[in-house]
């Protein structure tokens, strides 16, 4: 103990001798870093000084964190006690000793130490936050901490300590992380405690309604336990009926400019108090003071926002009338606060505001309090010069290459016919022919028509392996690309073909092949070649096509000798109109007629 006595009054920095003296006055087995009964027993040597010294002082009825400073001395230099908390912070810093000590030295201190004494001692650990809020020493000195600052706003008069209750809590909203939850009211509980004292009986000499008096402190009541408004339908009424008798006095009891200027002027020089006066003397000017008007006010929006706030029960939640009249007392009490002065339209924007941001701490209440705080990236620097190399892969990237080192593995990988295996078309079309029969019910966006790659895909396997089902598509769609066994009988015969009707169809069109055919001989010989060519180019032609033009061409010769060009045009448009209409006519025989029938009935009418 002799040898940090001696330390403490050294004026060098702790750096130059602090480490030499524990390792003097311990002799541990590591020279830079103590074990744990080494600990135990070097913060049983602090706490006996420190103990000392805090006796000394009080026997001297000097303030303790001066003890054993001179007269003489400069600003920069520090008592006894700071010196000796400055040596184990810096161990504590260099983890040369366990970092919860100093946190344990400043416990002891404020227990021992007076009120007076403790605002000096609560100066030195503001001073020293950076140090103390250090990760490595707040691990293992937070509890300690809290112990200690909470012990301390026990032995405070919250009437007469409001500025230094104010610098606690202070310390420690910036001590703790926010996300930390020993400092969070998770269950939401209020401080019932806090009641306000008001007078019962009205006093001799009374001049103001004392009903009115009652009824204005009685709203404290529910101001103090929001929550009780709920759990009752008969205590939100009665506050209701307070609470409008309350606004409609403020309403009758305008402010004007000149007190509101007042107040302010008030305000800048009074000291600030945390509750106001319930003297029933007072009423009168305390409905004259606009920051008493706006501390209501404000204490009514606050309790709106409680029972409008997310994240409670079901049974907390209000009900429909009961959010009608909050919305009306809300916007009441938001008209008030505008036109007090002064410059109420400012203060009441702000006060929207501070409960906006309100709204979001109770979200993060509700989702159990997730951590604000992200952990800074860190910036890799390449120390080298040269960079890693990207991998090169053989075959461009790693999956082909790595399929490639299978089939190595695995000679029959790519040649196995299971690998890749194309389904037959029964097998593909089946899921579409039990869709389309009615009976299954299956409604259009599930229909397997309906999708496109299913379509497609069948289309390619009916034009590989069932031409004659891909070729019905032009008529029937994709729902006559089915194979007809697949289908149900009452579906089958929708899309099943006669065969008249197909032989029909391949006349009709070779049909109009021939027109077109002698439309382009027609159009590129001239017209009376054209009778010649085609009455000898066709000798097996029908008779009674042949006798009609040689009727027509020997009349036409008769009448007027050589036939004119127009004469020649007439006649050709006729041949070709009767042999279209005689194709025509032969096309559209009865079903189940022959092409030798019909020439033999031909053979005998000219015959005839």
């Not at 309906?450 to 392996?465: D, H, M, T």
């Not at 194709?583 to 009418?605: Q, R």
């Amino acid at each position: 103990m002799e040898e940090f006595r001696k330390a403490i009054l050294q004026t060098a920095p702790p750096e130059n001798f602090a480490l030499q003296t524990v390792q003097d006055v311990i002799k541990p087995q590591k020279l830079t870093k103590l074990a744990q009964d080494e600990n135990q027993l070097l913060e049983n040597i602090l706490r006996r000084l420190l103990q000392e010294l805090v006796s000394s002082a009080a026997q001297s009825a000097e303030p303790i964190m001066q003890y054993g400073m001179s007269i003489d001395d400069n600003e920069t230099a520090q008592g006894h006690i700071p010196r000796l908390l400055d040596i184990v912070l810096y161990l504590c810093e260099k983890e040369h000793v366990e970092g919860g000590m100093i946190f344990q030295l400043l416990e002891d201190l404020t227990e021992m130490s007076t009120l007076r004494n403790c605002k000096d001692i609560f100066g030195y650990i503001e001073s020293k936050q950076d140090i103390l809020g250090k990760q490595e020493l707040f691990a293992r000195g937070k509890l300690v901490m809290l112990r200690t600052c909470n012990q301390l706003l026990r032995r405070l008069s919250k009437a007469s300590d409001v500025v230094f209750c104010g610098r606690i809590l202070m310390f420690l909203a910036h001590f703790f992380p926010l996300s930390e939850r020993s400092a969070v009211n998770i269950k939401g509980v209020f401080n019932t405690s806090n009641e306000t004292k008001y007078e019962k009986e009205p006093p001799d000499g009374f001049s103001i309604d004392f009903n009115f008096y009652k009824t204005f402190w009685s709203l404290q009541e529910y101001f103090c336990n929001p929550a009780s408004l709920t759990l009752a339908s008969t205590k939100w009424q009665k506050f209701t009926s307070s609470l409008a008798v309350v606004l409609n006095t403020f309403d009758a009891q305008p402010l004007s400019d000149e007190e509101g200027d007042a107040n302010m002027l008030e305000e800048e020089s009074a000291t600030f108090s945390i509750k106001y006066l319930t003297s029933s003397k007072l009423m009168g000017l305390e409905l004259k003071d606009p920051s008493f008007r706006r501390h209501v006010l404000v204490q009514c929006l606050i309790l709106f926002d409680y029972l409008k706030a997310p994240g409670k029960n079901e049974k907390d939640v209000p009900s429909e009338t009961m959010r009608e009249e909050i919305k009306s007392c809300e916007e009441r009490v938001k008209k008030l606060l505008e036109v007090t002065p002064p410059r109420g339209k400012e203060f009441l924007q702000k006060i929207e505001h501070i409960l906006e941001r309100e709204n979001n701490w109770v979200w993060w209440k509700r989702d159990g309090c997730p951590p604000f705080e992200k952990q800074p990236i860190e910036k890799k620097t390449t120390h080298d010069a040269t960079k890693k190399r990207r991998p090169r892969w053989r075959l461009g990237n790693k999956e082909l290459s790595q399929l490639w080192k299978w089939a190595d593995q695995n000679p029959n990988a790519l040649t196995d016919p299971q690998r890749v295996r194309t389904p037959a078309i029964s097998e593909y079309w089946k899921p579409l022919a039990e869709d389309m029969d009615e009976s299954a019910g299956i409604e259009a966006e599930y229909h397997h028509k309906s999708n496109r790659v299913y379509c497609w895909k069948g289309l390619r396997f009916s034009a590989r392996q069932d031409l004659e089902g891909f070729s019905r598509f032009t008529d029937h769609g994709i729902e006559g690309v089915v194979p007809l066994e697949l289908l149900p009988p009452d579906v089958r015969s929708k899309y099943q073909a006669k065969p008249n009707e197909r032989s029909k169809r391949a006349k009709k069109e070779e049909t109009k092949g021939a027109v077109r055919q002698a439309e382009e001989n027609q159009m590129a010989t001239p017209a009376s070649e054209n009778d010649g060519e085609g009455t000898r180019s066709d000798p097996d032609g029908p008779s009674v096509a042949m006798d009609a033009d040689t009727t027509v061409a020997a009349g036409s010769v008769s009448q007027g000798g050589t036939p004119t060009p127009e004469e020649n045009k007439q006649s050709s448009d006729t041949d070709i109109g009767q042999e279209a209409g005689q194709l025509e006519a032969d096309a559209e025989v009865e079903p189940g007629m022959i092409d030798g029938e019909i020439d033999a009935e031909v053979d005998l009418d000219t015959a005839g």
